[in-house]
C-alpha cells in the first residue's frame, strides 16, 4: 500500500466511529473533566487536527466549545458534514480539508487543541506536533486524548505482528507508536505536561471475529504498511486459529480499557 506521509481514512469512514468505540460514561466524565479544567469561558475557541466525523467534535460543541478542525479525509469531513446539517443545536463547528503538517492558520490562533490518536498516522508526526503547538496562543494546552483500544484486542494485534514478522515484514505505525513520545517531544520544546490516567476505566468484551475482520480491512495504521500478500496469509492464519479456539470466532474476549489525558501546556 505504499508509504503514505498521512493517512487518510477514505474508503473506511463509515468504520471508523465502530473500531473506535468507547465507554459512554467514562467519555462523559473524561468531558466533565475537560470542561472543569478548560471552561469554556477561559478557553472557547478549540482546533482539532484529524477531526474525522466528529465522534469529539461534536461532544465538545454541545457543552459551548467553537470548535474548529481539519483532516485529510474527504469521506470523513462528508460524513461530519451530514451531522453537522442533521443537529438541530446547530453546532459551532468549522472544519477544511487540509494536512495537519502544514496549517494555514496564524499562530496563538486557538485556546486549546485536542488530538486524538492522531500522531500513530503521521509520518512527519514531529512537524505535526509543531503545528498544533504554533496555532495555540501562549499558556494554552494541547490536550493529547486516548479514547481507548476500541475493538483491539491486544494479544489478537501482537499474533498478526508476529505473523507478519516471520514473513519478513515487521509492523510498524507510520507516526509513533505511543502518546508518550509525542509527550517526550513537547517536553523537549519547553512544555509542561501533565498526565491524566487511571481515571476512566471499563471492560470491553470484544468479538474474536469481528476483531480479525477489522485487521483485515485495514482499519487500523499498524496494518497499512503490510505488503498485501503478507496481510492476507495472516488474516488467513488469525482465522483459522480462532475456528480452533473453545470461544470461536463469535466468541468475546475482555479487554482492560481507559480513556486518559495527556496535557501539554504551551510556555
Known sequence: MGGPDSISFDGLADLYDE???FDARCFEAALGYITDRFPVRAFPDVFEPGIGTGRIALPLAARGYRVTGVDISRDMLDILR?????????PPIAFLQADVTGLVF??????LAVVVHLFYFLRNWKKAAE??????????????????????????????????AAAGSSLRNPGVNSTKEAADHYRLLGCAVDEVRDRWQWTAGIPLGKAIEYIRRRA???????????????VQTLLEEA?????????SVDVPNQIYLTVVQKP
Not at 496564524?106 to 485556546?111: G, T
Open 82 to 90: 451530514r451531522r453537522i446539517r442533521s443537529d438541530t443545536a446547530n
Open 131 to 164: 503545528e498544533i503547538l504554533r496555532v495555540v496562543r501562549r499558556g494554552g494546552c494541547a490536550l493529547l486524548m486516548h479514547t481507548g483500544t476500541g475493538m483491539e484486542i491486544p494479544a489478537l494485534n501482537d499474533r498478526y505482528a508476529g505473523l507478519c
Open 220 to 234: 487500523y495504521s499498524f496494518t497499512v504498511l503490510v505488503p498485501e500478500e503478507v496481510h492476507r496469509r495472516a
Open 106 to 111: 496564524p499562530e496563538n490562533a486557538f485556546d
Open 19 to 21: 473500531t473506535r468505540c
Open 243 to 251: 475456528e480452533t479456539d473453545p470461544r470461536g470466532l463469535i466468541g
